[in-house]
């Protein structure tokens, strides 16, 4: 296709142009605009510690998705395929984590040491270890394979795969919620009459720590430009003498334990986890990923941080049965009106 | 269609032998199954009648994916639709919804309704979408999937949320013919309720021959062609004037008009429905059945829809049952019971049925994409790129 | 055969085309006359194959304007080019592998059909003698190019030369009044560009005006009535096949400055 499909594609990016682009824009801000003057209304009626407290939750929330929206947008912008199994690879995390907890001695009701810090990282390090390793047998096994075959192909394994993950959890803790062991102290200081507590401080800083640290390593490592490069023209890339395979697959494994993290953290956070949770935290991240820009790194760490705020306000301030939904058609809207997102490099049509 | 068979090419149909198997399986099965059960059919015919269902979902997804390589993944919208229209046009149920009037229309005439309104959700759906790649298409498939049921669940002043609607009403066919194949004299009844399932499975037969009649015409004419073409090679196929946006939205809405119609069928048997039978699971066996049997080739799908069916809603019922006995009488009995994580052998079969799911997209496109039963075509088609060496593109190609 | 003074079918009016900072064609203007055989030649790189992927559709002009048969059609989408009567084959043959030859040349009259959803669904009488009528054509067009042994084989299994007049097969199936032919000689034997010379003047009697871009010179020369040649993206000359030869530019931008 070469050159023709790169010239269509440019083609049809961005807002639609002229009047109906500036009609379209218009009713996008009005629609912000009216959901702004409801949840400013709601937020008056109910007070500012209860909106500083949501805040946080909803930062601590967008902090989660922004780490597992990293790995779908990696892994998009260096083989264009959405893996649709990375939000099981977060749940797995999630059940992992769980488990590793009392063979390091963290138990719920214990108490918390300095000697548990290490505890903690130690299930964090294995926890992203293995999902890692995870992502990367996945890509080996069911995407490589079919690298060259019709689109669709690797799309439905994408979707298999995902399927089969959620199928092990699934036969590892059945169908209800399983609990998470709440380990984090409750050690907290208020704010404005929020409570902001030892596990926001966790998640919202992890959280920024792992952001910062890939960016970096994206940025500065021999790794991290290859990643680039092939993520960019795979011919060049080739050319140069980068090591496709090992870069795709370290693509993997790096989306991967930043999602391995993510799930370690949800579970810490919210206490509860479910075979399923791969599926909706994983459409969530991905809406997080588009809207925020496909193929951009910060565009998905920006994206994660909107998303879920919106996910954990609407929950706090309308009725939770519909977040569901509104998310949806966000993502739906999105690729409709404006698929490059908001930094975005990649354009999802043809 | 025999003509063609013997005049070779491509275009000679393995599948006329399949399709022949099939009929003559639909007509002599509920035959032996009375024979087998001295005449009580009933639990085994409304296996089947439903099995049915999934076949023509099968059909209908088949057009989408397998004819137009649309990936969709929220193919249960649709489905979905189509039996929340049955409940609203045909039972009592409007009348607690602030329309307060009860609407009841024929059956026969609902299902046509359905087909157009489940279209049409296809078009508002797909008209702004399908111009997106493959992968994303995907996605908001999905996300549509997971809007609907949603909406029906928290729509509860018109749907009654989650509690469902139900004492739909009962189809009922102006005119029946008794006869062997129920257990009766031959004679014509006026005002037949459908409620036996006998009843139910000859409907579907018959729904299903006259689907498949009427997708094989498409497929094998200007439309079917302009499919094959836009799944091939779409810049080509625009440059030979094919309108691909156009042929792909008529593939999806054709596919979305299917599912409505398998949806009325669906409400119109059980007599009720929930939203939390129109979930992702729903959508996934169907793509699974649709793979597994042969992309693109209907008695493949056919086939795939019926060995899934088999597996997952006979099969694995009944295997936890055996699973205990069998593993009691080898001596393993601790296995019964459950400790810790493990809930005994019992669940644990039962709870097999997403890994299987899983395991068999993976496995069918890594190690035969064109599927069970495939089209000569797409066999040649999907294994060309399973096992080809990556080839540089010519960077100068296309410069001059 | 050709008239001089006859109207010109295409005319490419100041056409501009930019990706990003590269300029692949740069203000270009030229007519083609209807019934003529007219060549698109230059150096590699020289934007030939962009300026038809902007007169078919595959993205618009810059700047500029197309205009076909008086009718301005710049920016129009591939497929209302193609019902419009402009048909075209690629440089790199992009034919449907797993089509049959006679469905490729068969997909090829889709826009000159007029079978509706409902036609098509119960196999009415109208569908099934307009299908008649279309495979009865399709073959006569295989006919027409001398592939007519391979109607029922897959495209991807006919050797190279029919593949590139299977091609020109379905593109005539769009019954169009102009044909763009992109290298419609490459790899071929000397025998088969004596052969695909000949199938070209048939076209034309026919009456089918033909836009070709080749790059063997003995192809040019032999077929064409007038040629504009291309270099970097610029017309550097216009005219008949000897006019042509002779011009100063177009030598040196083949064979380098020393000549």
Redesign the interface.
Known sequence: ?????E??R???SGLRAGAAGRILDFALIAIIAVFLILLGTKVVAQGGSFFLQILTFAVANGGIYALIALGYTMV?GII???NFAHGDVFAFGAFLSASLLPIFGLREGGTFTAGSVFALLAVFGLTMLACGILNISIER??YR?????????????A??????????L?????PSNVHYANIIPNAGFELFGATIGAKDLLVIGVSIALVIGLALFVDRTRLGKAMRATAQDR?AA??MGIDIDRTIAATFFIGAILAGAGGTMYGLYYNTSVFDLG?SAG?VA?TAA?FGGIGNIYGAAIGGLVIGMIQSFWDGYF?S??T??VI??I??LV??FR?TGLLGMRV??? | MLRQFWEGGPRRDPNTIAYVVLLVAAIFFPILVNVITGGNSSAIMTIAADAGVYVLLAIGLNVV?GFA?L?D?GYAAFFAIGAYTYAFLASDHMRVTPLGEPIHISFWIVLLIAMFVAASFGVILGA??L??????L???T???G??VP??F??ASTWTSGVNGISALDIPSLPLWLQGPWSGDAFAFVTNFKVISSIAYYVIMVILVIICVILVRNLHRSRLGRAWMAVRED??AAAAMGVNTVAVKLLAFSIGAAFSGFAGTYYAGKLSLVSPENFG?TVS?TI?VMV?LGG?GNIPGVIMGALLIYYVIFVLLQQLPEYAVNFVSSIGLSGLVRSSG?Y?GIA??IS????????????IV??VR?QGLLPSRQREQ??Q???R?E??????T???T | MTVVTAPPILRVDHVTKR?GGLVAVDDVTFDVKKGEIFALIGPNGAGKT?LF?GITG???PTTGRVIFQDREITGAKPHQVATLGIARTFQNIRLFEYMSALDNVRLGQHCRMHAKLWDSLFKTPVERAEERRVSDRAIELLQFVGIERYTHTYARNLPYGSQRRLEIARALATNPALLLLDEPAAGFTPQEKVELMGLVHKIVDNGVTVFLIEHDMKVVMGVSRRIVVLDHGEKIAEGTPEQVRNDQRVIEAYLGKQH
């Open positions: 296709m070469g050159t023709i499909g010239a269509v440019r083609r049809r998009y264009e395929l959405i096994i069911a394979p079919l690298r060259h075959a019709p689109r669709l192909a690797p799309l439905i394994t979707v298999g795969v995902s399927f089969f993950l959620e199928g092990v699934f036969l590892w803790k059945g011919d080739l050319l599926f459409l991905f588009v009725d049965a519909w569901q939904v949806f058609t993502l739906i690729l409709i698929p999802p049509e043809k | 994916v390589g990936l993944l702004p979408t111009r997106l790649r493959g992968d994303y995907a996605i908001v999905l996300g549509f997971e809007i949603r909406v669940r928290n779409e810049v992702f996934i793509l793979v992309m994580d809930p669940e644990f709870r097999l049925k997403y890994i299987v799911f899983g395991l068999i997209l993976v496109m890594l994409p088609e999907l060309k790129g399973v080809d990556p080839v540089i593109e010519d960077v190609a296309e410069t | 990706f962009t992927n595959i993205f618009p």
